[in-house]
């Protein structure tokens, strides 16, 4: 079920930038945690970046000091801004959110995902 809407996948070179956002239809400001996720055929979906409700960070090895996510509440959106940009990282992205409802259970949330492909 798509509950989260992915924008901003396309086309770029190798080491170029892009951004992509993914809007939520409740406030993120409640939610634990957003997160960006990214898979290929053939491999499992993998975590790219995490930003939890208090601000914490973590990142894949692979992309630290290249990507960045960042919220804007007023907006219910969170951002995943990628720069140099690698052919091997070409899949398709998705949005996540982690809610913790009132029997202390974790809700995940998904976007139906947005695709990147990084060729020249």
């Known amino acids: 079920q798509v509950q989260l809407v992915e924008s901003g996948g396309g086309l770029v070179q190798p080491g170029g930038s892009l951004r992509l956002s993914c809007a939520a239809p409740?406030?993120?400001?409640?939610?634990?945690?957003m997160a960006w996720y990214r898979q290929v055929p053939g491999n499992q979906r993998e975590l790219v970046a995490r930003?939890?409700?208090?601000?914490?960070?973590n990142y894949a090895a692979s992309v630290k000091g290249r990507f960045t996510i960042s919220r804007d509440n007023a907006k219910n959106t969170v951002y995943l801004q990628m720069t140099a940009l690698k052919p091997e990282e070409t899949a398709v992205y998705f949005c996540?959110?982690?809610?913790?409802?009132?029997?202390?259970?974790?809700?995940?949330?998904w976007g139906q995902g947005t695709q990147v492909t990084v060729s020249s």
């Open positions: 996540n959110a982690e809610v913790i409802d009132a029997a202390w259970r974790t809700i995940n949330y």
């Open positions: 409740v406030s993120i400001s409640s939610t634990d945690a």
């Open positions: 930003v939890t409700s208090g601000g914490t960070t």
